[in-house]
């Protein structure tokens, strides 16, 4: 579309739209249209993921001896209605 045939559907809107529409335009000549590519990394993305990683460093896990994934699902639930409910049954949960 051209700046004639925007301006030509800009006369269609009532004056509080127009000024609405004026405000926004001018207020996105503070906002790049694209990235300054000058300014990007020439690295791939996945060494730079790998060194926030290590920036990061390890996580603690909170039950790093539960390997399968449905059993820590399990145990964590179970943990949880413990702490909020104070049942005494969470580990008959894990066998469900």
């Known amino acids: 579309m051209t700046v004639a045939e925007l301006l030509h559907e800009a006369y269609t809107l009532n004056p509080q739209e127009r000024k609405t529409l004026a405000k ?3 207020d996105s000549l503070d906002v790049p249209t694209r990235p300054d590519f000058a300014e990007m990394p020439d690295e791939h993305w996945g060494k730079s993921l790998n060194q926030l990683m290590e920036e990061i460093g ?3 896990m909170r039950y790093p001896d539960i390997e399968d994934p449905v ?3 399990k145990y964590h639930r179970a943990e949880q209605r ?3 409910f104070g049942q005494s049954d969470a ?3 894990l066998q469900n």
Request: proline share 0%.
């Open 24 to 26: 926004l335009l001018i």
């Open 58 to 60: 390890t996580i603690e």
């Open 71 to 73: 059993a820590w699902a």
């Open 82 to 84: 413990r702490q909020r």
């Open 91 to 93: 580990g008959e949960s």
